[in-house]
């Protein structure tokens, strides 16, 4: 079975500050794909960055980047100069196949505080 | 791009009853996807399409579940005989068939089933 653990279901940090979420996942695939979701109240999910799992660098977008370590199968997220805009819950999610068929993790509810 | 529409936002209805929803893509998009997503939960895969063909049906769609896209643009979904356990946000999200292209999702149907 494939499976998506976020083990920090809520965390909190001050603007301006950098957060790391966390996420653990589990497949026997060796190819695959790895996605940050971020959902803000009431509004819909958009994608924050995604990974490829053939490629060694990992992933960044302006102020997220992620840490893939793919022996350990973690994949964190991590925001840096935080802003009141990305108070949301974040979810972890992968695919192995070619349709966006995503397993998705429980969520973290990033609260960024004054 | 008017991004994915969902309707109606919200849907009470009495344990029993069928009820149905409506999505519409970003229009150049031939993947539509129905998720599932209740409290506290990340969202779950139930079904795509592509085009007008439903090519996967997650177990989790029982057969009181009902997807359809006749013309490949908008798709239904349909719950019939609903039951207090189908309470839940359903998401709809689009992409294109490059592969792994991101989802864009819409903001969803929430369903409470009394």
């Known amino acids: 079975a494939q499976t998506v653990t976020q083990s920090q279901p809520e965390m909190s940090v001050q603007e301006a500050e950098t957060v790391t979420l966390s996420c653990t996942y589990d497949?026997?695939?060796?190819?695959?794909?790895l996605f940050w979701y971020k959902q803000p109240p009431s509004r819909q999910m958009i994608l924050v960055i995604r990974?490829?799992?053939?490629?060694?660098q990992n992933a960044t977008e302006n102020r997220f980047s992620v840490n893939f370590q793919k022996a350990a199968k973690s994949f964190s997220l991590k925001i840096s100069d935080s802003q009141l805009g990305d108070t949301a819950m974040y979810f972890c999610?992968?695919?192995?196949?070619?349709?966006?068929?995503?397993?998705f993790g429980t969520g973290t509810r990033l609260q960024v505080t004054l | 791009d008017t991004g994915v529409s969902q309707n109606p936002r919200h849907k009470i209805t009495k344990r029993g009853q069928n009820v149905t929803f409506r999505c519409d893509p970003i229009s150049e998009h031939n993947r539509l996807y129905w998720y599932r997503q209740t409290l506290g939960q990340g969202p779950e895969f139930l079904t795509y399409?592509?085009?007008?063909?439903?090519?996967?049906k997650s177990r989790l769609l029982s057969d009181r579940f009902s997807a359809e896209r006749p013309k490949g643009s908008f798709s239904t979904l349909e719950i019939q005989r609903t039951e207090q356990g189908d309470s839940a946000m359903y998401l709809c999200?689009?992409?294109?068939?490059?592969?792994?292209?991101?989802?864009?999702f819409g903001n969803g149907t929430r369903l409470t089933v009394t």
């Open positions: 999200a689009s992409n294109p068939e490059t592969h792994n292209s991101p989802l864009h």
């Open positions: 999610a992968f695919n192995t196949g070619t349709a966006s068929k995503l397993t």
């Open positions: 399409f592509q085009n007008e063909a439903q090519l996967e």
């Open positions: 497949t026997s695939e060796n190819n695959y794909y």
């Open positions: 990974q490829e799992a053939y490629k060694q």
